[in-house]
């Protein structure tokens, strides 16, 4: 059994008769990039067996072609966790679609829903701990079953839904600093690329594009741009278009002639992946302008698509220290504090380890959902700038807080230069 109603339409427009036998309601998505270093590309394939997919990895070259799931039914849409350690997918395997996780090597395969309904397109939250997907199960606001978008922690629990109408909602993909889901939305005729806060508020229309379907949404790793695919082989244009965080700039970014889909941002913003058709449905790289250099990495008969590229880090990232913690606690702290932000790379990397301009914080609600830790230890005010100590292999950033904070809650974004970004939220009081 495979996803159906309006958005199993749609796909059957974009897909044609030449993926009939891999049809599913929602096209093949995937989170947006998280910045870091180019790891590996997850994919599905059904090269194992015509018309059931099942997720891979390979380099970025093409080579080292591994199988992570080999199970009844259908395995697809992977997207990686923002460390690159685990990979969440829909598969069919029990007979309806579901959502799972796995680790990056294909060990640990686990179920986190469990509903009638079809669940599918899994997409990471920016922090790791939840998981936006897509799902048919009926609702107050949406009694026939039309696709919408919910949210759940990224062990299943928790869940929420997004949205609620009476119009198909699908391919979810959260923004690299979580501010922001970008989705398609089927309204009144073809879809169009839409972006929500990540409780379901502020929902706004990026693009106003009559006669074309807008899908597939993905963000770039610095979270400034968003690639979709736009009409799968109509190619007027582009079939992969690229426009601007807020809607504007929006251009054309990969046309091959027809049926090119799937863009997706390498973790370091220097290259793009993407599905292109030669017949059937191959995976390629390209340069970062969309032109140059391209890359064919598979080559066979089978489909290949669904491709999502895993983030790495040139760090070892411990992780935070006492006197914080990490997500999803928010900490309690005196609004003009200097707070000490302690945190290991498992080894000295010298003091030029930040990216220009961070760390940084932005305002965030205060219904993070997370428990609340008073933090006791901080600074004066005097001490400020980054220090390594050398025996307990810690570095301390001191982080001034503004008196003007009080009452407000923040995000502390711990950006390092090879991309990968770390966070703590704080309350001041």
Known sequence: MQPTSRTGLRLAFVTGLLLAFLSVGTPGVHGGTFPGVNGLLAFSSDRASAGSAEVYTMNADGTGVTQLTDAAGQSRYPSWSPDGTRIVFGSSRDG???I???NADGSGQTRLTFDAAED???SWSHDGTKIAFVSYRTTAGNPTGDSEIFVMNADGSGLTQLTDNLVADAGPSWSPNGNRIAFDRDAAGPSEIWVMKPDGSAQTQLTFNAGTQDVQ???SPDGGMIVWTRDFGGCSSADVQRMDADGTDQAPF??????DSDGSYGPDGTRVAFVGFDGDHEVYIRDADGLSNETKLTDN?????????QP?????????????NGLPTLNRVKAGAAVPVKFSLNGDYGLDIFTAGYPKSLAIACDSGGSVDGIEDTVTAGSSGLSYDTASDTYTYVWKTSKGWKGTCRQLNVKLDDGTSYYANFMFT
Not at 312 to 324: C, E, H, Q, R, T
Request: glycine share 10%; with cysteine; charged share 15%.
């Open 301 to 309: 008969s089978a489909f290949d698509g669904d491709v999502d590229w």
């Open 312 to 324: 790495l880090s040139n760090y070892d990232f411990v992780g935070f220290f006492a006197p914080i």
């Open 120 to 122: 599918a397109s899994p």
């Open 217 to 219: 949404a993905s963000w």
């Open 100 to 102: 799972y996780v796995m």
């Open 254 to 259: 990969i046309c091959r002639g027809g049926h």
């Open 96 to 98: 309806n679609w579901e």
